[in-house]
Nanobody, 120 residues
Framework: QVQLAESGGGLVQPGGPLRLSCAAS????????MSWYRQAPGREREMVGR???????YYGDSVKGRFTISRDNAKNTVYLQMNSLKPEDTAVYYC??????????????WGRGTQVTVSP
């Protein structure tokens, strides 16, 4: 079994930064793509950023130029550095990982989410 544990969410003023972390643990052989998604009440879940095992990145249009996704493969951890935050960034942020487990199967996992609130 694989678990994803997000941390770093909280309350921040507009324009401020937050750094989210997501650590994967369990029966992991390797981790392929890792992603951050977000979902606000009444809205569809949105992909914020994705990073491959080789470091290639992709960002949603709404966060380009403000957010940076990175990873530490030795720690099985993905990060999301969020700068210039706006009230519309308020959402629950979810970590996602495409994992090859120890038995060599490839499976998707989701974290439980961490709340980010951007407000004066």
């Amino acid at each position: 079994q694989v678990q994803l544990a997000e941390s770093g969410g909280g309350l921040v003023q507009p324009g401020g930064p937050l750094r989210l972390s997501c650590a994967a643990s369990g029966s992991i052989f390797s981790i392929n793509d890792m992603s951050w998604y977000r979902q606000a009440p009444g809205r569809e879940r949105e992909m914020v950023g994705r990073i491959s095992s080789s470091g290639s990145t992709y960002y949603g249009d709404s966060v380009k130029g403000r957010f940076t996704i990175s990873r530490d493969n030795a720690k099985n951890t993905v990060y999301l550095q969020m700068n210039s935050l706006k009230p519309e960034d308020t959402a629950v942020y979810y970590c996602h990982a495409d994992v090859t487990i120890t038995g060599r199967a490839r499976t998707n996992y989701w974290g439980r989410g961490t709340q980010v609130t951007v407000s004066p």
